[in-house]
């Protein structure tokens, strides 16, 4: 009983995928494909037992504590749940002072005090909040201090971590068109994990989609909401509900139930669920191919792409 062999857990396998400054790269699946270890890995909150983390050039996997504490200045991110994640003991002007004293970002503790209310300012907030605490705010003003945090060290990369699923639907609207004028005002980059495909489609400038662990499916988010070449892809949007009436469109029901991520197919790992499926897809790794610029796809049914020999890793 001593010798069993221990499965391995790939929770993100093979992905890759690069982020142009200034733009919105929607992160988009099913809960449990890995999306957040992503965001997570970017940032090094969880460390990738293999692979690169590029940013502006440099494989910050590399980094020692020092090199990534300066690089972590221009990386930040905004978790999912507003509740846990701002300390209930601390005041919300100490919580977004925090990152200025580690980064020694203030010259004096007026300058300080001046800098946070600026930050609660910038996300709707005011000067009389700076002595409460955690409890007494909802949840929309919760995130609204958690997105005045990011900001405060001036980020180049926002890593959004499903910022608008813990909040009701007339929040949600009011953060996601912060996100956006923040965006454009501090020309900030974003990673925005989300499962929940129109708030993607609303705020994202491309869109990848994730499955067990891999991409399976990347473009524009014009050209996935309207053309989804993945057979996953177009069961996720089929799922959207459409306001007009009038538009019909047709809904595709999967079969089965997700895999677990320690028995996942040797081939293609949406090949139980998926209605297109060959024989040669259980045993086929789906490589991410073009199918028109800026559009990859990870199906050999619908590229026309037989992958049964190959071994490479998914296109960047």
Request: hydrophobic share 35%; charged share 25%; net charge neutral.
């Amino acid at each position: 009983m001593f010798d069993r062999k221990r499965s391995v857990l790939r929770a993100v396998d093979g992905v890759s995928f690069d982020i142009e400054p200034g733009e919105t790269l929607g992160l988009v699946g099913e809960s449990g494909c890995g999306k957040s270890t992503t965001g997570r890995t970017i940032l090094r909150l969880e460390e990738p037992t293999s692979g690169e983390v590029v940013f502006e050039g440099r494989d910050i996997r590399k980094f020692d504590q020092h090199e990534l504490r300066s690089v972590r200045r221009q990386m930040q991110i905004i978790f999912q749940d507003p509740y846990s994640s701002l300390d209930p003991r601390k005041t919300i002007g100490s919580i977004i002072a925090e990152p200025l004293i580690i980064h020694k970002l203030a010259a004096s503790r007026r300058d300080r005090e001046d800098r946070v209310v600026e930050l609660l300012q910038t996300v709707g907030l005011s000067r009389d909040h700076l002595g409460r605490y955690p409890h007494e705010f909802s949840g929309g003003q919760r995130q609204r201090i958690g997105i005045a945090r990011a900001l405060a060290v001036s980020p180049k990369l926002i890593i959004c971590d499903e910022p608008v699923s813990a909040l009701d639907v007339s929040v949600q609207a009011q953060v996601i068109n912060l996100l956006q004028d923040l965006q454009e005002k501090f020309a900030l980059t974003y990673l925005f994990i989300a499962h929940d495909l129109s708030v993607v489609e609303h705020i994202s400038t491309r869109v990848a989609v994730m499955y067990l662990g891999k991409i399976v499916e990347i473009a524009s988010a014009r050209d996935l909401y309207t053309d989804p070449t993945h057979p996953y892809a177009e069961a996720l949007l089929s799922a959207v509900p459409v306001p007009d009436p009038k538009i019909k469109r047709p809904h595709v029901i999967l079969s089965g139930d997700v895999e677990s991520p320690n028995d996942v197919t040797e081939g293609c790992r949406f090949y139980h669920r998926c209605p297109l499926r060959r024989p040669s897809c259980a045993v086929s790794e789906q490589v991410l191919t073009e199918v028109a610029p800026g559009h990859l796809v990870a199906c050999q049914v619908r590229t026309g792409v037989n992958t049964a020999a190959t071994t490479s890793a998914p296109s960047r």
